[in-house]
């Protein structure tokens, strides 16, 4: 059922997206910098391509900009996580340590009585 819903998610989204593209097909120029800017500095970087494209690549950027803003906001929480699996396991190796060290007599002469109670 859930595979069916991202199927019927993903044509939903591919037909808007090829309606946006068909809608949106004229060409555009993208420059780096302003025209006057260009004339200032010497520099002139300029692309003609349809405003379709100029619109789902600054989608993408959005979500990539997006992304790694959350990836270091998050950091904290990932390096908490690890400081807490690691005080885990640590206190996993102590009580198993401990189980077994608790089946060891810890004095010479608990050993000789239980030793005696063991042949007794």
Same mark, same amino acid.
């Given at each position: 059922?859930?595979?069916?819903?991202?199927?019927?998610?993903?044509?939903?989204?591919?037909?808007?997206?090829?309606?946006?593209? =068909?809608?949106?097909?004229?060409?555009?120029? +993208?420059?780096?910098?302003?025209?006057?800017?260009?004339?200032?500095?010497?520099? =002139?970087? =300029?692309?003609?391509?349809?405003?379709?494209?100029?619109?789902?690549?600054?989608?993408?950027?959005?979500?990539?900009?997006? #992304?790694?803003?959350?990836?270091?906001?998050?950091?904290?929480?990932?390096?908490?996580?690890?400081?807490?699996?690691?005080?885990?396991?640590?206190?996993?190796?102590?009580?198993?340590? #401990?189980?077994?060290?608790?089946?060891?007599?810890?004095?010479?002469? +608990?050993?000789? +009585?239980?030793?005696?109670?063991?042949?007794?």
């Amino acid at each position: 059922m859930l595979r069916l819903f991202r199927i019927l998610f993903l044509t939903l989204l591919a037909i808007c997206l090829i309606a946006v593209a =068909s809608a949106n097909r004229q060409m555009i120029t +993208l420059r780096a910098l302003p025209q006057e800017m260009d004339q200032f500095l010497g520099l =002139s970087w =300029s692309v003609e391509v349809p405003l379709f494209i100029a619109i789902f690549a600054g989608i993408v950027a959005g979500l990539g900009i997006g #992304l790694v803003w959350e990836w270091f906001r998050e950091a904290k929480h990932r390096a908490a996580a690890a400081e807490n699996r690691r005080k885990a396991r640590q206190l996993e190796r102590e009580v198993e340590r #401990l189980k077994t060290d608790k089946n060891t007599p810890e004095d010479e002469i +608990l050993a000789i +009585l239980d030793g005696k109670k063991a042949g007794a």
